[in-house]
């Protein structure tokens, strides 16, 4: 499956900054060395630029991004019609960077993803792997409630089916072919961890030590990371509304246990009148009821992966192809 790649690939690294003022100055001086660094150890083209994704910040963030582009040659910018959130706002980078580059590395403004993993990323690229995923190695410096958290939900996506990196977030090298799939997959509920592993190819993974934000506050509070995970379980798996089937099949068996055991209790004497009745439909009915959502919840899931419409297959060599290639 892996193929080598040609060296000195065009890099783009694309930002989301949404309300990043306190900390442009100092990302911008720190990945101006880093890609100054792989310009002349040839491990990138000199054409490679860091793109900043203005997600309709509040404050200076893009009057800083325009100067920024002005003054250094590695830098150019992206401006938002208004704040759309981290996931589009990145994912409105990657599909313009995609035009220009021939691999991308996703990250946040804050560089609490490590820099220096880059290196090892573009040299993964260069064995032949079209995903890189940067793996939290640890979470030390996380506060224990964001490490139980963050953890556990990557444990719960994966129980409930859905096949992600575990402590993989958006820091991330991707190929331009991988992107120019990506652009395929239409859906709105974006979850872009998740969406990498169903395109495919080779991948890899680099680990890393996440550190603290240097500088402001973080811009996903409680309330946003919560529904951000629940649009993960939902945007990916079918599990609940299958569960709602389960569930019915077995209050209807248990209300048949009722059925039988009712009637002895009946035919032994021991009831009032009327008691049996009662018991017997509220269980029986309940138990019906549950069934038909299931059962209707079944023909939702169909329609749910059918409105995706996600690519069903993506070719990643075809033979037929490369010989023609290679007859020309
Ligand atoms: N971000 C964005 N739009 C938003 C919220 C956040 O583009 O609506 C960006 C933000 O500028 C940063 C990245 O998403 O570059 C991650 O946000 P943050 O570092 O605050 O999240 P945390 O690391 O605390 O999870
Ligand atoms: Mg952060």
Not at 26 to 32: A, D, V
Not at 191 to 198: K, N
Not at 228 to 251: N, Q, R
Request: net charge positive.
């Amino acid at each position: 499956m892996k193929k080598e790649v040609k060296k000195q690939a065009i890099l783009y690294v694309v930002i989301p900054c949404y309300n990043e003022e306190e900390v442009l100055m100092e990302t911008t001086r720190q990945l101006k060395e880093k890609m100054e660094k792989l310009v002349k150890d040839k491990a990138i083209s000199k054409e490679s630029k860091v793109m900043y994704v203005n997600d309709g910040s509040k404050d200076k963030t893009w009057e800083l991004i325009e100067e920024i582009n002005k003054k250094e040659n590695f830098f150019t910018g992206l401006c938002l019609s208004r704040n759309r959130g981290h996931q589009n706002a990145l994912l409105a980078g990657l599909m313009v960077a995609k035009e220009y580059a021939d691999i991308v590395i996703s990250m946040d403004a804050d560089l609490q993803d490590d820099i220096n993993a880059m290196d090892e990323m573009i040299k993964k690229y260069y064995q032949g792997n079209d995903i890189v995923y940067g793996v939290r190695s640890s979470r030390k410096k996380d506060t224990l409630f964001k490490r139980m958290t963050a953890e556990g939900f990557y444990k719960f996506m994966q129980k409930m089916g859905v096949d992600i990196v575990f402590n993989h977030a958006d820091y991330r090298l991707t190929s331009k072919r991988v992107l120019n799939y990506l652009e395929n997959y239409k859906e709105v509920n974006l979850f872009l961890r998740g969406m990498f592993p169903l395109i495919g190819f080779s991948s890899d993974v680099v680990y890393y030590e996440r550190n603290e934000r240097f500088a402001g506050e973080s811009k996903y509070p409680l309330k946003k990371m919560l529904s951000f995970a629940w649009d993960g379980i939902t945007s990916f798996s079918v599990k609940p509304i299958k569960m709602v089937l389960s569930i019915g099949i077995l209050i209807f068996v248990v209300s048949i246990l009722i059925l039988v055991y009712s009637l002895v209790v009946k035919l032994l004497g021991n009831t009032v009148p009327g008691w049996t009745f009662i018991i017997c439909s509220i269980w029986i009915v309940a138990g019906l009821e549950m069934l038909s959502l299931g059962i209707i919840g079944e023909y939702i899931g169909k329609i749910y992966n059918e409105t995706k419409a996600r690519p069903r297959f993506i070719i990643a060599r075809n033979l037929v192809e490369e010989d023609k290639d290679e007859r020309r």
